[in-house]
């Protein structure tokens, strides 16, 4: 017998929302049922194009929205009639004043790591704990840095147990689509508290790691980039390492003597790929710099986050743990990178 479709509702179509939708929309076992939202901007406008049924998350929006030239199907009420489960991606703050509408209607929800962890029974990363998202009514994905950090670590802690993570996080200044808005420009700005949330954040999702995390944000928005130490228990080379990375899903390695130097570079790779807007939903590893210290059994790594894509295929999970379309972490990844194209090992 055939399982009937997930429907799929999404509250928010900006950066982290746009993606998803498209992700949904490609996925055999889901249907994208629609948009809420409270813009009728350019955004709106190319999701009309795709003919994404739009919904006014706000009934003081929805003539402004009429007026602007927006079709609304309804609104936020009428969705959450309709749909098992919405994607929140809204902006930090406006996910948690939604979640009572959501319990209200007996929607599940999936929110995003601007919201705190305490409004939720699990975060998330699929590869990492995906079991603790089976069933459950409302999980948050976890931020863009949060997910670079447990896909990194996890390869490590599977194969030689981490013992001590200290991370450095150079942030992008602000996302591409709003540069003209601000930004850091030829200086560098750190965080004035140590640690970065990211460390914590990490700790929901593995819930044992001793991390530390430092950050700052410099003058460019292509990806977040980390360096990382991280002490394991075990014997290890630096060939053991690149193994583990190799299996690891989601995450490919990359090498300057290849040409890809630079974040740029990656992203450069990727748009050759045909990818849509250029996205890197996996973490890239730079193989040619990863390192292991055998006598102190540490582990060197840089690698790069890419803000605007690497949360979208856990979304994409999230839905099937929680609906109990799928629950096998591995199946379900599977499925996912096949949709999305993910690819895993060394690709340069």
């Not at 990818?275 to 790594?301: C, M, S």
């Amino acid at each position: 017998m055939v399982k009937a479709k997930v429907k799929v509702g999404l509250a928010g179509y900006g950066v982290i929302g746009k993606r998803v939708a498209d992700a949904v929309a490609l996925q055999d076992d889901m249907e994208l049922f629609g948009i809420a939202e409270v813009s009728a901007d350019y955004r709106i406008r190319a999701a009309i194009r795709k003919k994404y049924p739009i919904y006014a998350s706000l009934p003081e929006k929805a003539e402004e929205m009429k007026k602007n030239g927006v079709e609304l199907a309804g609104n936020l009420q009428d969705l959450l009639k309709e749909v098992d489960v919405m994607i929140d991606c809204t902006p930090a703050g406006v996910g948690a004043k939604n979640k009572p509408l959501y319990e209200k209607n007996g929607v599940k929800a999936i929110f995003q790591g601007g919201e705190k962890h305490s409004l939720v029974q699990a975060s998330f990363v699929a590869q990492c704990n995906y079991e603790e998202a089976l069933g459950k009514d409302f999980v948050r994905v976890v931020s863009c840095n949060t997910t670079g950090l447990c896909r990194v670590i996890s390869a490590l802690h599977n194969s030689f147990k981490v013992k001590k993570a200290r991370v450095a996080l150079m942030r992008r200044a602000v996302d591409p689509w709003e540069s003209h808005l601000g930004g850091v420009i030829n200086t560098v700005l750190p965080e004035t508290h140590v640690p970065s949330h990211q460390g914590p954040d990490a700790q929901t999702i593995l819930h044992d790691l001793n991390i530390v995390a430092m950050a700052a944000k410099g003058p460019f928005n292509l990806s977040h980039l980390h360096f990382a130490m991280i002490e394991i228990n075990k014997d290890a080379t630096t060939d053991d390492a690149i193994k583990a990375f190799m299996e690891n899903p989601r995450t490919i390695l990359v090498n300057a003597s290849n040409g890809i130097a630079a974040p740029n570079s990656v992203i450069e790779f990727v748009r050759d790929l045909g990818r849509p807007r250029g996205d890197l939903w996996e973490v890239a590893v730079w193989g040619d710099i990863l390192t292991v210290d055998q006598k102190e059994k540490e582990v060197y790594i840089v690698y790069q986050v890419h803000n605007e894509a690497i949360v979208v295929p856990e979304n994409i999970d999230a839905v099937r743990a929680m609906t109990g379309l799928e629950e096998n972490a591995t199946k379900s990844i599977s499925k996912t990178d096949k949709s999305l194209g993910i690819m895993h090992g060394a690709v340069s």
